[in-house]
């Protein structure tokens, strides 16, 4: 079984950075494939990046191209996004979900662990 937990939300001014991070323990997720979902209140959850279990693809929802990368670290078990540019927007709760899979995903239904996110608030 595999537990994800995220962490490095907070609350930001509209213009600055955050670094998430998705920990894994229990199993090692350096096989799988990694992605970040967002949820704001009322919405569907949706995709914002994923990255194969290499970390040499990855890839972006295009409301965050440009602004935000995915990566992993060396033993593959942590994963992170780097968040620039920050607007009202983004703010939502984030969380991480590894798919059995060597191969990223956009669907939510293609992971099989979920994490229990960690909320990023924009100010304007």
């Known amino acids: 079984q595999v537990q994800l937990v995220e962490s490095g939300g907070g609350l930001v001014q509209a213009g600055g950075s955050l670094r998430l991070s998705c920990a894994a323990s229990?199993?090692?997720?350096?096989?799988?494939?990694v992605g970040w979902f967002r949820q704001a209140p009322g919405k569907e959850r949706e995709f914002v990046a994923a990255?194969?279990?290499?970390?040499?693809?990855?890839y972006y929802a295009d409301s965050v191209k440009g602004r935000f990368t995915i990566s992993r670290d060396n033993a593959g078990n942590t994963v992170y996004l780097q968040m620039n540019s920050l607007t009202p927007e983004d703010t939502a709760v984030y969380y991480c979900?590894?798919?059995?899979?060597?191969?990223?995903?956009?669907?939510?239904?293609?992971?099989?662990?979920w994490g229990q996110g960690t909320q990023v608030t924009v100010s304007s």
């Open positions: 229990g199993r090692t997720v350096r096989g799988y494939a």
């Open positions: 979900a590894a798919r059995m899979s060597v191969l990223a995903s956009q669907h939510r239904r293609d992971y099989n662990y």
């Open positions: 990255i194969n279990w290499t970390g040499g693809n990855t």
